[in-house]
């Protein structure tokens, strides 16, 4: 009997997609999925699950056939991360939009060993300004962008 050999890191990344896939399309059945002319709350969730099952498939089918071996997680820069993500959700509701984004940005750099002031800057700028954009400007959402009372 012949085995089949799988990429071990995009197999598992694709059995994760698929399960969270199957998942996001399973709790979105039991919302409305509505009408093409008007679509229920349980339409978007479905199509997005449904993606993501078919991505998940192609990406365990594109591992087929290699062999490779399981990296270790940088666990210093996923601890950054998420470091950075619990600054901007503290953040935010105090100082507005733009110091979170800001701070948020200078702290995610520390994931990388290499630093660049000017270009953290050039990208933290950008981001806040980006941010301002898509969900106040366009948007609308009602988030301070600079709060600066203490």
């Keep these: 009997m012949r085995s089949i050999r799988l990429e071990p890191t995009d197999a598992i990344g694709g059995v994760l997609v698929t399960l969270i896939g199957l998942v996001t399309a399973g709790i979105s059945s039991q919302y409305p999925i509505g009408r093409i002319s008007n679509i229920g709350p349980g339409a978007f969730p479905l199509a997005l699950g449904i993606i993501m099952v ?16 399981i990296r270790q997680p940088n666990w210093r820069a996923a601890g950054v991360v998420m470091l950075s993500l619990t600054c901007f959700a503290l953040l935010i509701g105090s100082f507005g939009l733009v110091p979170a ?15 660049h002031f000017g270009r953290v800057f050039i990208l933290a ?5 980006l941010c301002w954009l898509i969900f106040i400007a366009l948007l609308g959402l009602p988030i301070p962008v600079l709060e600066l009372s203490l």
Excluded at 107 to 113: S, T
């Design 125 to 129: 700028c950008s981001l806040a300004l």
């Design 101 to 115: 984004t800001l701070a948020s940005a200078f702290i995610a750099r520390f994931a990388d060993n290499r630093f």
């Design 54 to 69: 078919l991505l998940g498939l192609g990406i365990i089918a594109g591992s087929v056939g290699r062999t490779g071996s």
